[in-house]
């Protein structure tokens, strides 16, 4: 799957350079994938090409905001047609209005919207706002969930759960989160013995973006403690929000939460993030508010709503409405998920092929059945060795496959049946290969 192409730099000067730019070489730690750092030079449709002009069937899709695809006509379009008349000014404009109207009409929970930098500062300002309408301090969350990079949010993402991972966390922060199991009758106990809950926020396709799936009727039960202690129900639908359906995975299962956080597809792909909730409770978000003024909350943010961001976001969500692309991009990756199941099969090994809508998961290891994690906790499935891990996403990189981040991948509309094809045959290869390695076992 490669090809050669005039290149200015390779991409071992550019590590170099990156090395001595950037502290490890980085912006995101989830860039690096393999010992080999690839460095991007464009991407169109489902595919992307490094500066050296090698080709990837990518399977992390602008890191799941891209579901049309990479570089979709109308997305640039509308990015073309916009950069002239100013990318920014501050202003109130009409394609916010556009944009926010496009959101309410899409996300049940989406009576109000407020625009924001990036996904985290979503769930952020989600925390925030179920206190302030509360007057309550603490937020209830879920072992391994990512819910964003905030010292607000951070705490519980990671083993040990109740501490802040990592350092340089406000001292305290880890106090106002509190860290449980995906486990309905634990919520109940802790809403019920500790009067300080002002809301339960969590990833509506269960934790990193659905390798650790919900149990069963679990958003549901969220919703129905919610209403009987009197907390905010906060969906976090940064992976899931439009990529579920078009009304995320709340519109999907008819269950709406008091808040929803929105980023990647919300932006089409393009920096940015957006609050979604009831009108009653996004009221302390009015600067002018006379019935909530007692409770008010300050946010701000230069580029909030962005016309350069605004425009593809619209276009985008044009498209979403349709329908249309979830047809597409669920049947690859289901695709992609039952052929899967067959090399696991053929080859013998441990493990199971997975996941919802528009993604897949793989897991190595015993596993209930082919196509299941159940009973599984998130240390059982994200516990596989970093070095196992490494070492399939360098077999699969090395095959002209990028995925998303530990071993799955999401896939766009974008995507066809000729790139499921070969990338199965480069996941078959990268299974036999970590086999002749023993790095992975058989069952
Ligand atoms: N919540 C979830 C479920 C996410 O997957 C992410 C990012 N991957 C975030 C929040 C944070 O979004 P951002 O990276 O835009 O800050």
Redesign the pocket.
């Known amino acids: 799957m490669s090809t050669t192409a005039d290149t200015t730099q390779t991409q071992k000067e550019l590590w170099d350079k990156a090395l001595a730019t950037m502290p490890g070489g980085l912006s995101h730690p989830n860039r690096r994938k393999a010992d080999d750092p690839i460095f991007i030079s464009h991407g169109k449709g489902s595919r992307m090409w490094d500066v050296e002009g090698n080709e990837y069937i990518d399977y992390s899709m602008g ?2 905001s891209l579901l049309l695809g990479h570089a979709h006509p109308d997305v640039v379009k509308a990015i073309q047609e916009q950069a002239p008349l100013g990318t920014y000014t501050a202003s109130c404009h009409a394609l916010e209005v556009e944009w926010a109207g496009l959101i309410q009409e899409l996300i049940p929970s989406a009576e109000r919207v407020r625009f924001v930098a ?6 952020a300002l989600a925390a925030r706002v179920a206190r302030a309408y509360t007057g309550k301090t603490k937020i209830i969350r879920f072992q391994n ?5 905030s010292d607000l949010t951070i705490t519980g993402s990671e083993t040990p759960y109740d501490v802040a991972p990592g350092h340089g966390v406000v001292p305290g922060a880890a106090e106002t989160m509190v860290v449980l199991p995906t486990d309905p009758a634990v919520v109940e106990e802790t809403l019920k013995a500790d009067p300080e809950i002002a809301g339960i926020i969590l ?1 509506a ?1 269960g934790a990193n ?1 659905g390798s650790v799936p919900l149990p069963e009727g679990f958003l549901q039960d969220l919703r129905d403690l919610s209403d009987k202690y009197s907390v905010v129900l906060i969906f ?1 639908e ?2 899931t929000g439009f990529r579920w359906s078009p009304g995320g995975a709340q519109g999907l299962m008819g269950i709406v939460p008091d808040m929803t ?1 929105m ?2 597809i919300v932006t089409g792909g393009n920096p940015g ?1 957006a609050l979604g909730g009831k009108a009653d409770i996004m009221e302390v978000l009015n600067p002018r508010t006379t019935t909530h003024a007692d409770r008010k909350v300050i946010h701000k943010g230069t580029f909030n709503g962005a016309p350069a961001v605004a425009a593809p976001a619209v276009a985008t969500l044009k498209i979403v409405k349709t329908g249309e692309p979830h047809k597409q991009a669920n049947a690859i990756a289901q695709k992609i998920r039952e052929g899967i199941r067959v090399i696991l099969e053929e080859h013998q090994v441990a493990g199971a092929a997975y996941g919802e809508a528009s993604t897949y998961h793989i897991h190595f290891g015993d596993t209930p059945s082919r196509d299941s994690v159940e009973g599984l906790t998130p240390e059982d499935v994200r516990g596989i060795p970093a070095s196992t891990v490494y070492a399939y996403q360098q077999a699969l990189q090395d095959r002209g496959i990028n995925n998303m981040s530990h071993l799955g991948g999401i896939t766009s509309a974008a995507h066809t049946d000729e790139d499921v094809e070969l990338t199965l045959k480069a996941i078959e290869g990268s299974i036999e290969q970590l086999m002749s390695d023993g790095v992975i076992g058989r069952s």
């Open positions: 890191s799941a990036s996904g985290s500062e979503a769930t969930h990512y819910n964003g990079w990833e396709s973006w976090d940064v992976i956080c980023a990647k993030g």
